[in-house]
């Protein structure tokens, strides 16, 4: 009999290939725009059995582990605001 409460267990080898791209570009002195895109496939590279008893079967998608994953981002400068010597910049991100 296997107790098991919680915790992490390995399941043996896995491999994760995929391909990450991102950019900045400076549209004009004050409009910046950046972005990444990141595919993957992470999966399992062997058969294994958890403590639990839970099977783990050779090339099933690994847990926690994201096949795509994306961010933008758009900021705009207001140089010398005031009279605080300083920016202002407005900034939106997503993911």
């Known amino acids: 009999m296997v107790l098991w ?3 992490t267990a390995n399941a ?4 994760s290939k ?3 791209i991102g950019g900045t570009m400076q549209v004009t002195d004050n409009l910046l725009i950046e972005g990444s895109a990141f595919l993957a496939d992470p999966e399992f590279a062997e058969d294994a ?3 639990s008893g839970t099977e783990i079967r050779k090339g ?8 795509r994953k994306y961010w933008a981002a758009v900021q705009y400068t207001v140089p010398q ?6 920016d202002l910049w407005f ?3 997503t993911s």
């Open 5 to 7: 409460g919680r915790g």
């Open 12 to 15: 043996g080898k896995a491999k």
């Open 18 to 20: 995929g391909a990450e």
């Open 49 to 51: 059995v958890l403590p």
């Open 60 to 67: 099933m998608t690994m847990p926690v582990s994201p096949e």
């Open 81 to 86: 605001v005031g009279l605080v010597n300083g």
């Open 91 to 93: 900034r939106y991100d």
